[in-house]
């Protein structure tokens, strides 16, 4: 027998208030305290995810968790900042399945990954929704001041370097849509749990840097317009795993443009090279230079015969 919710300040207390953390005041108060290292700022961003959208309802609840709280570190890792709290709210549509026991195994998620990043949950909300699971994440963290990494700084002569390998959570989705016949169980936790790359210290070595939500070749878009210059990708040179060339010659722009890889995208001047490749060694984060930027403005992706790539998109887009 399923068990239904019981009562909303019952709910916190069972589910969240053991994932509070210092200045959460058990989760009893509206607000909360957070605490600054001495000559740190602090770097919030926050996230919403969708049921429908960006999981699907019978997605495991623990990897939901994981995804939600992961796709907001990665945004703290783009800008460089270690993560502290975060804020959780949560919309709770009534006569589905999210109940007792999918709160319980959202809750171990959370859990599990609070203590591999060393965060814990500050406070937020709950609310009833008329139709989907809504989930958002408010990440709190810190930064020396004035060493928020940017997407305004990439200069003509830069190289465009990414962590990991892309493609993956493209394809795991269209898998999971039954879309995709062949795909390895790989791909599927690729779009279920990213990994953020966080604990980089970049400042001082790249020149602008996010992360790769919304596809390579869009969020290149952010970075160029943001900096006032131009950026030229190679095909040839991007990162893809086996898995996902194995699926390239039916689905190739799917995976060139695909978004939810949540790795990071940075610009680097050609003197700190080495540096950035020295740095991302140490941390073991596979790293690989995949373009250019130039004088001039918007992205184009070359073929292996250095001629330009027509897309019928640019990337994702919620509207």
């Not at 108060?29 to 969708?50: H, I, Q, Y």
């Not at 930064?143 to 370097?161: C, K, S, T």
């Not at 039916?250 to 490749?277: F, S, W």
């Not at 941390?283 to 001039?296: A, M």
Request: hydrophobic share 40%; charged share 20%; net charge negative.
């Amino acid at each position: 027998m399923r068990r239904q919710l019981m009562g909303e300040f019952d709910f916190i207390a069972r589910h969240f208030r053991p994932l509070a953390g210092r200045g959460a005041m058990e989760l009893r108060n509206d607000g909360a305290t957070m605490s600054l290292p001495e000559g740190g700022e602090l770097v919030l961003s926050s996230d919403t995810m969708v049921e429908g959208l960006h999981f699907l309802p019978d997605d495991p609840p623990y990897t939901v968790a994981q995804k939600l709280l992961r796709c907001n570190l990665s945004d703290l890792a783009a800008m460089g900042s270690r993560p502290q709290h975060y804020m959780l709210n949560v919309s709770v549509p009534s006569g589905r399945h999210y109940n007792e026991d999918w709160f319980t195994r959202f809750a171990a998620g959370l859990a599990a990954d609070q203590k591999q990043y060393d965060i814990s949950l500050l406070g937020g909300d709950t609310t009833g929704s008329p139709s989907p699971l809504m989930l958002n994440v408010t990440i709190l963290g810190s930064v020396r001041q004035g060493e928020a990494l940017r997407r305004d700084g990439a200069q003509p002569g830069d190289g465009v370097w990414v962590t990991g390998s892309l493609g993956r959570a493209a394809l795991g989705l269209q898998v999971r849509l039954g879309k995709l016949n062949g795909g390895k169980t790989s791909l599927v936790e690729a779009y279920r749990v990213p990994t953020p790359r966080i604990g980089l210290s970049l400042y001082g070595i790249v020149s602008a840097a996010m992360d790769i939500s919304d596809g390579l070749l869009q969020d290149c878009g952010h970075i160029a317009e943001e900096s006032g210059v131009g950026i030229t990708l190679f095909e040839e040179e991007l990162p893809f795993a086996p898995e996902v060339m194995a699926h390239m010659e039916t689905h190739r722009e799917m995976i060139l443009l695909g978004g939810d890889d949540y790795e990071l995208l940075m610009t680097c001047p050609v003197t700190q090279e080495a540096a950035l490749q020295a740095h991302c060694k140490e941390h073991d984060v596979p790293l690989t230079k995949v373009g250019t930027v130039r004088e001039g403005r918007g992205v184009a992706m070359l073929d292996k015969q250095r001629r330009p790539i027509n897309f019928s998109r640019t990337g994702w887009q919620h509207f």
